[in-house]
């Protein structure tokens, strides 16, 4: 199975969210991108339809927003 | 493990998910709820802090609204 993209910035939200979602689908299957840290990637989930954080993007490219933790334009600052 | 609750009420939002959510942790590791056909059990997913619909209740009890499909107010109609 492809790998899930999970999107957050550090938020409580994001990281409560972090720890269900890697408890219900496997540390294995799901890529963490934490992108206050890794900024470059913010194109990526805008590009993805990402619009607030924590978000989990699946393999067939359905993007979940889970809770509300951030919007993307808070997270670009 | 115990089973999570998904919560939902027929909307295209909530069959999206109610898809993507089987997708990524298992039809058996899922109870599917319908809150519009289910009606007595509105009471049970607004105790578990079901604010609003598609919504995933994780074994250890944590809520995670994902995308928004409606409130419980309105699945209360």
Redo the contacts between chains.
């Keep these: 199975m492809a790998k899930?993209i999970f999107y957050h910035a550090g938020c409580p939200v994001c990281v409560?969210?972090e720890h269900?979602i890697i408890?219900?689908?496997g540390k294995d299957?799901v890529e963490i991108v934490h992108l206050g840290e890794e900024r470059n990637k913010i194109d990526d989930a805008e590009k993805a339809g990402v619009k607030s954080v924590p978000a989990?993007v699946?393999?067939?490219e359905?993007v979940?927003?889970?809770?509300?933790g951030a919007s993307i334009a808070e997270v670009k600052g």
């Design positions: 899930s409560s969210a269900d408890n219900l689908i299957n989990l699946t393999p067939n359905n979940l927003h889970i809770n509300f």
